[in-house]
């Protein structure tokens, strides 16, 4: 049984930082390519930040150079580290999973998903 499980969202004021975790199940997080994706109301999901079990990761374009995602072998955990947020990052934040070794933030290639985390930044 696949299990993420996000905590550490919250509210922030505009220019604050906050840091995700997600803890995942042993038997897919090694090898495996993580990612945090997000949603706000009315827009679809879309990938923020990935990382694959060689440590390769790949950023969309809006959170480049702001948000840093991570992870601890040790810990079977996976990280996002945001910085500098802004009103549009609000959002509920995801935490995935995708048999595959390469980065990407296609949303199709994530078959494990948590339940989410709440950001608001207002």
């Known amino acids: 049984h696949v299990q993420l499980v996000e905590s550490g969202g919250g509210s922030v004021e505009p220019g604050g930082s906050l840091r995700l975790s997600c803890v995942i199940s042993n038997n897919v997080y090694k090898g495996y390519l993580m990612a945090w994706f997000r949603q706000a109301p009315g827009k679809e999901r879309e990938g923020v930040a990935a990382?694959?079990?060689?440590?390769?990761?790949d950023y969309a374009g809006s959170v480049a150079g702001r948000f840093t995602v991570s992870k601890d072998n040790a810990k079977n955990a996976l990280y996002l580290q945001m910085n500098n947020l802004r009103p549009e990052d609000t959002a509920m934040y995801y935490c995935a999973a995708a048999r595959i070794g390469f980065p990407s933030l296609a949303r199709y290639l994530f078959g494990y998903w948590g339940q989410g985390t709440q950001v608001t930044v207002s």
């Open positions: 990382i694959c079990g060689s440590g390769y990761t």
